[in-house]
């Protein structure tokens, strides 16, 4: 395999989905990697840290350690790090992003009118209560970030809502836009994944499901991208695109040809 050097690789609805692996992804993992290509997996969701992710694939088959992984909350902590160290922060976010954060330097609070930063998340326990402490607090002066785009996170069944409902509702309201999103497509983190995997833009493919992250971090970033079809993109919408991916295809079994530059 001589196509490329890494492979940026989405998780949910690429390798599996509601922690089922697609049928023949771990195969394909397996046979890149023995190839000698070193594969990152990088997640907006933020509802686990880089351990838990790396126990949940190794208990599927595919064996990796932390390094291996790249979320968008250790890129929100990465950012709060180098532009707000120390900061007083109010999360609408879950317990594993609070922790990460913490770990950061961050100090949570809970009352908007202590915040120096508001973080949005991934919050399936998102409440008027939280928004309304959110509300003031960016009213207030407060900065405003958050650790992914997405609208909707692919569930088994379908999808259910991620963390840009809470950004639009933040946005509707406050009358401030979002200063910065970790998450894919965010250049945030295509530099901190091309940083972890020591490798340039012209040597890494960036493998997902999502049009509107996945895809668009690689046309941002002048990086290879190929499709999926096993998420919430279909064939059909690919063909209205007006910048379409490198490649699509099926699933991520198909990875192993692409790589090795056996796929147009």
């Not at 991620?162 to 933040?170: E, N, P, Q, S, T």
């Not at 970790?182 to 960036?206: D, F, N, Q, T």
Request: with cysteine; proline share 5%.
């Amino acid at each position: 395999m001589t196509g490329y050097r890494a492979v940026i690789c989405d998780l949910d609805g690429t390798v599996y989905r509601s922690g089922v692996p697609f049928p023949g992804a771990v195969d394909a993992l397996a046979r890149v990697r023995a190839a000698g290509v070193r594969v990152l997996f990088v997640s907006n969701n933020p509802l686990r840290d880089a351990a838990s992710y790396a126990e949940r694939l190794s208990k599927l088959g595919i064996p990796t350690e932390p390094t291996d992984i790249l979320t968008s909350g250790a890129v929100m902590a990465r950012w709060l790090r180098a532009h707000t160290p120390g900061a007083r922060v109010l999360l609408l976010g879950e317990d594993s992003l609070r922790t990460e954060l913490t770990s950061a330097g961050a100090n949570i609070v809970d009352r908007g009118e202590e915040a120096e930063v508001v973080v949005a998340s991934f919050d399936r326990t998102f409440r008027y209560a939280t928004w309304l402490e959110a509300f003031r607090a960016i009213r207030a002066g407060a900065r405003f970030v958050a650790t992914n785009p997405d609208p909707t996170c692919p569930v088994e069944g379908g999808e259910v809502p991620d963390c840009g409902g809470i950004i639009a509702a933040l946005e509707a309201t406050t009358g401030h836009s979002v200063e910065a999103v970790a998450g894919k497509p965010s250049s945030l983190m295509l530099a901190a994944a091309l940083e972890a995997l020591g490798c340039s833009e012209r040597e890494v493919v960036i493998v997902g499901d999502r049009v509107g992250t996945d895809i668009e971090l690689g046309r941002r970033g002048g990086v290879a991208t190929a499709l999926v079809l096993t998420g919430v993109t279909s064939r059909d919408m690919v063909a209205d695109l007006d910048h379409p991916p490198t490649y699509v295809i099926e699933s991520i079994a198909e990875l192993p040809a692409l790589v090795a530059g056996q796929l147009t």
